[in-house]
């Protein structure tokens, strides 16, 4: 197959980390990106070269191009950490072989050849050949979103209370893990910033479903948690809104932060409470989580794979937007509720 | 032996807990106790009655009058959560018995009758006979301060990594850690209010003594945790300052906060943090520790007592105030640094 010695890709504009941080919305793409061609790169022996057919935009990723992941950027190099497509090229090892002409849904990893290009290299391993039954939308989301929901509800199974509280409550990541709960008759308490998001989430299982911007918000959040006692707190938010469900809590209240979507000051409310009511606060990232639990990935990918397939998990879509199209459209489609925005290179 | 049908006592004058948080500093008396007489208590089956020697001022009692400490207060019962005295009196059970007319150090625990009085009930079980090499001083002092330095120095053991931190460098409590630090080559990092406390605290064995009012204390602090990287951080602070320094901390920093000295907002400064570093929050507190520790209780206090005896560990006192001044000389007692504050009956 002959390649071509260019291709298109939005590019990093910053390097390394971000000085100051801001909110996690992309509020324009120009600070950050450009459009640009970049030579297709090459291969190494354990990795593939990937055709990509659509590349998603995760929160992370956006947080990642603004300097504020837990990995530097590199100036000039591609963006995008998750897409699906197919394998065009591959190292000289058997199994990065065995992938050439196969569809699959790929993480870039550390390679720092992201998804938003034409072309994308990955680790063989960080590549998962594609049922016929999974659609490319699912694919190109595969990856980052399914394994921190089945991750991170691990935390809450473990934890033993069947109730739970999740911030963000309508993204796409909530929603699968409102999906998981309602398998095992867990019981989510999540919140969100509209009345219209509520119907739908109920439907998909959450118990309750509290709009933070109602007057009376406060007031049914005690009601809630009494009622519930929540031990876990799944957050994407921080800010005010977390602090007041931290402090909400009921003693042994583990609030586990995976996010951080709003850039006001972060205050814990009552500190008295980490001493007599054994209140903990914690992250999670979803790397530390693989180095850690190795075990747990190959089996969490398969049962994502199966859940897609056969449609107990389902992406929603706001959007496919070409690239060509990206530097004006990207940051308004990210903005709109509910779904995901994927690039079409 | 003929027992007085009355006694003096420092009865709460609140009930259950406060409903807004204030600091820690006792800043006057009569908000919270008042001088009275009241019934002398006769023991359960499983206590004794003290006759009280010395009554020691902890800041967790200062916490509790105040209504912020993790057991409610009830009304009109006396203060003092630990002293030291002579049993007069017991229950039936044969250890208490045994106890009769021993000089023992005690912790008032959930009985309800403090040590802020000519007379206290303890749980037999919540005694300790003192050696006679032991000092009224060090026995008054010997259980809350001692058990909570011996339990938070096993975190900091167990994890690890040598140097530490502790706010409220020159503490009671921050003093038998050092002391505790230095004999397994540990190395304590901490922080103080003055200039004129560091000398002495490095010849305890404090690594480093930072002033956290002097005006490079925030590069200084950089400096000292680049080349320490300490991981444990025992906070008896919270605030700005105990921000400042776990923001400043390593990769899986833990900020162990055991006291609210400040009332300012405590504030998360990089939730970031929490996510890619993998750092966390939590609290400690002597009676969750006791429960969950059962075991290392008596261990703990009977190496505190040798340490007492052998001159490893000693208390040093700022005043000893006889009860009837302590409702006028109490809180400025408490206002001087470096020592413990003791009240006599």
Same mark, same amino acid.
């Given at each position: 197959?002959?390649?071509?010695?260019?291709?298109?890709?939005?590019?990093?504009?910053?390097?390394?980390?971000?000085?100051?941080?801001?909110?996690?919305?992309?509020?324009?793409? =120009?600070?950050?990106?450009?459009?640009?061609?970049?030579?297709?790169?090459?291969?190494?022996?354990?990795?593939?070269?990937?055709?990509?057919?659509?590349?998603?935009?995760?929160?992370?990723?956006?947080?990642?191009?603004?300097?504020?992941?837990?990995?530097?950027?590199?100036?000039?190099?591609?963006?995008?950490?998750?897409?699906?497509?197919?394998?065009?090229?591959?190292?000289?090892?058997?199994?990065?072989?065995?992938?050439?002409?196969?569809?699959?849904?790929?993480?870039?990893?550390?390679?720092?050849?992201?998804?938003?290009?034409?072309?994308?290299?990955?680790?063989?391993?960080?590549?998962?050949?594609?049922?016929?039954?999974?659609?490319?939308?699912?694919?190109?989301?595969?990856?980052?979103?399914?394994?921190?929901?089945?991750?991170?509800?691990?935390?809450?199974?473990?934890?033993?209370?069947?109730?739970?509280? &999740?911030?963000?409550?309508?993204?796409?990541?909530?929603?699968?893990?409102?999906?998981?709960?309602?398998? #095992?008759?867990?019981?989510?308490?999540?919140?969100?910033?509209?009345?219209?998001?509520?119907?739908?989430?109920?439907?998909?299982?959450?118990?309750?479903?509290?709009?933070?911007?109602?007057?009376?918000?406060?007031?049914?959040?005690? =009601?809630?948690?009494?009622?519930?006692?929540?031990?876990?707190?799944?957050?994407? #938010?921080?800010?005010?809104?977390?602090?007041?469900?931290?402090?909400? &809590?009921?003693?042994?209240?583990?609030?586990?932060?995976?996010?951080?979507?709003?850039?006001?000051?972060?205050?814990?409310?009552?500190?008295?409470?980490?001493?007599?009511?054994?209140?903990?606060?914690?992250?999670?990232?979803?790397?530390?989580?693989?180095?850690?639990?190795?075990?747990?990935?190959?089996?969490?990918?398969?049962?994502?794979?199966?859940?897609?397939?056969?449609?107990?998990?389902?992406?929603?879509?706001?959007?496919? #937007?070409?690239?060509?199209?990206?530097?004006?459209?990207?940051?308004?489609?990210?903005?709109?509720?509910?779904?995901?925005?994927?690039?079409?290179?």
């Amino acid at each position: 197959m002959t390649m071509p010695s260019e291709m298109k890709a939005l590019l990093l504009i910053g390097d390394g980390y971000a000085r100051t941080p801001t909110a996690s919305v992309l509020e324009a793409m =120009e600070p950050y990106l450009r459009p640009g061609r970049i030579a297709v790169p090459t291969p190494g022996p354990t990795q593939v070269l990937i055709k990509v057919g659509l590349a998603s935009i995760n929160p992370s990723d956006v947080m990642f191009v603004k300097g504020q992941y837990g990995q530097p950027r590199v100036k000039g190099q591609p963006a995008g950490f998750e897409g699906v497509g197919t394998v065009v090229a591959s190292g000289d090892e058997a199994y990065p072989k065995s992938l050439i002409g196969k569809r699959v849904a790929f993480a870039t990893g550390v390679s720092n050849w992201g998804s938003w290009a034409e072309y994308a290299l990955a680790e063989a391993a960080a590549c998962i050949p594609l049922l016929d039954t999974v659609r490319d939308e699912d694919g190109a989301a595969m990856i980052v979103n399914p394994l921190t929901a089945l991750a991170m509800f691990d935390i809450v199974r473990e934890e033993g209370e069947k109730a739970f509280i &999740m911030t963000a409550g309508a993204s796409q990541l909530s929603k699968l893990i409102i999906g998981l709960a309602r398998e #095992v008759g867990f019981r989510p308490i999540v919140t969100v910033r509209r009345n219209d998001q509520i119907a739908s989430l109920k439907e998909l299982g959450a118990a309750h479903v509290l709009n933070e911007k109602a007057s009376d918000f406060k007031a049914v959040l005690r =009601e809630v948690i009494k009622a519930e006692q929540p031990r876990i707190f799944l957050d994407a #938010v921080t800010g005010p809104l977390a602090s007041t469900i931290f402090d909400a &809590m009921p003693r042994r209240a583990r609030w586990v932060i995976y996010g951080r979507l709003d850039p006001e000051p972060t205050i814990i409310l009552e500190p008295g409470q980490m001493i007599f009511q054994h209140k903990h606060i914690e992250g999670f990232w979803l790397s530390e989580w693989m180095r850690q639990f190795r075990d747990r990935r190959g089996p969490a990918i398969l049962e994502a794979q199966q859940r897609f397939s056969d449609g107990r998990w389902s992406t929603d879509v706001t959007a496919i #937007v070409p690239i060509a199209e990206a530097m004006a459209r990207i940051p308004a489609e990210l903005a709109k509720p509910n779904g995901k925005v994927f690039l079409r290179p």
